[in-house]
């Protein structure tokens, strides 16, 4: 009875809290004697935000993963429609994160507060997003589901190729993006200060 798709997702919600952490200390030291740098890594944290779980994990949760559970377990339907709300915000915020990480950029600090204020909501909101999974999605998942489809879970989780979780070989069209952010963020994401 495989249930790898529940580990890979686990695995994939570790590394973006992680991540997401990582900003949060980034945000709270500042760009201090190192702005190049600092902005540089949050621009590649965003994209990998933007990239990954945006893109590759909840298209396969919203498409996959969430109508089996509700075919099983139509109860959870309340869960399930504030989940898919979630990932419907998820992509527009980021990008709104990435302009306003810009706007600091380059108009400078007059516009720093206001991508703070906006980072911390979002990353609030995005641990509370995958807390509900976790304690909600995945335990039904586990109880509900028959063995074709966690076949098909399987399979389709598995060939996420998240550079942060993909203990094999990495896509290398990806390597210099994890490059950037393993060598430049905090712990525990990267090998940075």
């Known amino acids: 009875m495989s249930q790898e798709y529940i580990r890979v997702i686990q695995e994939e919600h570790a590394a973006l809290a992680a991540m997401l952490r990582s900003m949060l200390m980034m945000l709270d030291r500042g760009p201090g004697d190192a702005p190049e ?28 993963l969430f ?23 998820g992509e527009a915020v980021v990008r709104e994160l990435q302009h306003l990480l810009l706007g600091w950029e380059l108009m400078g600090d007059s516009r720093r507060a206001r991508f703070e204020e906006e980072l911390r909501k979002f990353i609030g909101f995005y641990l509370e997003h995958m807390r509900l999974e976790e304690s909600v999605i995945i335990p039904e998942a586990r109880k509900v589901l028959d063995e074709d489809d966690r076949r098909a879970l399987d399979e389709a989780f598995l060939a996420n190729n998240d ?6 070989p990495r896509d290398p069209a990806y390597d210099r993006l994890f490059t950037r952010i393993v060598m430049r963020a905090p712990s525990p994401v990267g090998l940075g200060g």
């Open 67 to 89: 109508p089996r559970v509700a075919r099983h377990s139509p109860h959870l339907m309340p869960a399930i429609e504030q989940l898919e709300r979630d990932h419907m915000k």
């Open 163 to 168: 550079p942060l979780v993909n203990k094999g």
């Open 37 to 64: 740098s600092y902005f540089d890594v949050m621009r590649a944290m965003l994209f990998y935000i933007d990239e990954f779980p945006e893109r590759l994990h909840h298209p396969k949760e919203s498409d996959l």
